[in-house]
DNA sequence: TCGAAAACATGAAGCGATTTAATTAGTGCT
DNA sequence: AGCACTAATTAAATCGCTTCATGTTTTCGA
């Protein structure tokens, strides 16, 4: 292991002082160009990595920002996440980014990690068991965060969403005005603050059709395809079941679909499914979902911007965004299989 | 902004020397019970937070890791990283993520960024134009590295993938054993080493089929969905179109199997698709997609087993793992449509 | 030719932690 | 009581870098 090149090293080699490397490498006041060359020369040869650590014990003003997913598997949250990227890297951050994979505990080590590295702001896909107290902590430290998707019940920070409520509500009268009276719903946890806006626009569209909600034809599960599978099958094999269900999102749509082909039947045929995000799997699942659009990545975008807003300290105080929510009608709810809008 | 805790100012209040301190929170040599439960207390009331680029100053060994993805919105990098992720974590190190869109020049400003923070290693999946050199050099400074899934023609660093040659192998004697003469090639671009193996592969089964490959079926094309989309639609623009395609990787086969079904024709009817790398969007896929299993998650936990044994300095040299690629055959090469391995 | 203002360069202090050697207090033994 | 030892605690040096006050030159108008 080869001893740690400083900037002591770099100023011996180039014959100056280290305070006049140091001013190259941030570049604040002058210096000769020939001083500078010689500078960047010396750093060249010798190796010279800088140490952000060091630098930002004196000047504790680091451009690292943390993100952090709660699942990285849903293609929805990767979108969202590059949409995140594209944003604070354009603005000369450098996003750093952690899966926590829906555990708190894993959300805390990482929230921490990032604290103690110096990220300047957070941008957190809460996982489902959040609590507002904790998040709130966070930001009364004095820490820049934005949630992103998940609404936290309780958290009074930033928050970048979609109309859950109005885009299920228009999903849920798309499948009325297909005829269906018997709809169930499939996926989330009740605790989730996204799973009872869903559910509300869902019940304001029956009730405003006159449609009885049936308790028992709503499924909790974990926002996966496996999970997701798991919920339909024990919905089919109720007795009386439903002729279409609204899913949490799209993952849990297409276990669904996948657990009602194993049962015999048709998606789209026998029963409508809808879901909700508009991944790209989604318009290649089969027979191609009929589902919410949200887009992802615009929305990544938007949280980057707020998180930008809070860090700058231009944001006065927590601002919220909720994204504009589009049904997207394809072929699993019935729709002719030559499909309206494919790519 | 509050002014930052620090120890001195936990040693203040627990009544006790900052050397004290230190102790309690790094867990080295001795402090009685009551002393550390002072200062655990003090840190708590004082809402401190560990200041992690001050210990690595004296103290440079950390416990960070870098991910660099070349296209996390490939599903097939995203499982990827959760595996190396799973192992990472478990062993106490925290895997930082950042996202490359295979630009060569983010992958480099992430890497110094790594770098700069004092990762003890890294895992890289590089950009589709990354040479052996600037790896090279950066191992010939004592960086651990590993490199995931694309092999990188003269870097002489450790390195996890799939049998690249072998699968493909395999698939395209599926596609001769289905009657094919006439198959394509889609995807990836030629400067790729991946490519080239999977190509070795494809043209060796051919070969001992003794039929041609006409190079005008071979169509070159970023790793992406919409670019094996613009692909297919070339090829199927040409005359004496193929029968058969063999795609560089799933998400191409699907942008394939989209612009085969654009063009009025049905995949896996009219035209035999295969893909590579078995991600979930394949099975789920319509129709199925017969594509090369490589067991995204296992690779990945491989390659965080790699990295750490080489920051441990167990490894003595890079070392090498090659994981089997297994063909599953779903529907798209005109399997029945009953499907015989959807799940 | 002189003095003021620019333009460069540097020495020393300090950021928040770790670490080593030194100090203090406590214990058991003769 | 005196001594040897151990356990608990601490002072001081140090890690790599930034910053500010303080030189040291250069430049240039009058």
Request: charged content about 20%; aromatic content about 4%.
């Amino acid at each position: 292991m080869a001893p740690r090149v400083t900037i002591i090293d770099i100023a011996r080699a180039a014959g100056v002082s280290k305070s006049t490397v140091s001013i190259v490498l941030t570049g604040s006041g002058r210096v000769s160009p020939e001083t500078a060359d010689a500078v960047r020369a010396a750093m060249r040869d010798l190796g010279y990595v800088y140490n952000r650590g060091a630098a930002n014990l004196r000047n504790p003003k680091s451009h690292v920002v943390g993100m952090v997913i709660n699942d990285l598997s849903n293609p929805f949250f990767a979108e969202l996440a590059i949409g995140i990227e594209r944003v604070l890297r354009t603005s000369g951050y450098i996003p750093f980014m952690a899966n926590t994979a829906e555990s708190l505990l894993r959300q805390s080590e990482v929230v921490r990690s990032m604290r103690e590295h110096g990220a300047s702001g957070i941008i957190l896909c809460p996982t489902a068991d959040s609590t507002g107290r904790e998040i709130n902590e966070l930001a009364e430290l004095g820490m820049p965060i934005v949630l992103a998707i998940r609404r936290v019940a309780g958290a009074r920070v930033s928050l970048v969403a979609s109309d859950n409520r109005a885009g299920s509500a228009a999903a849920a009268r798309h499948l009325l005005a297909l005829g269906h009276r018997r709809i169930g719903y499939v996926g989330g946890m009740a605790r989730m603050a996204v799973r009872q806006d869903r559910i509300a626009g869902f019940s304001e569209a029956l009730a405003a059709a006159s449609v009885a909600i049936d308790p028992t034809r709503m499924i909790e599960c974990a926002p996966t395809k496996d999970a997701g599978f798991v919920a339909m099958s024990a919905l089919l094999a109720q007795p009386n079941r439903p002729t279409a269900v609204m899913c949490f999102n799209d993952v849990v749509a297409i276990g669904a679909m996948l657990a009602i082909t194993r049962h015999g039947l048709t998606p789209g045929v026998d029963i409508a499914v809808v879901g909700f995000d508009d991944t790209s799997e989604a318009r290649h699942a089969s027979p191609a979902l009929t589902t919410v659009s949200v887009g992802a990545g615009d929305l990544g975008e938007r949280a980057g911007q707020m998180l930008l807003r809070q860090i700058s300290g231009a944001a006065t105080g927590p601002e919220t965004h909720i994204g504009e929510a589009r049904l997207v009608v394809r072929e699993s709810c019935g729709a002719p299989a030559q499909s309206r809008d494919v790519a």
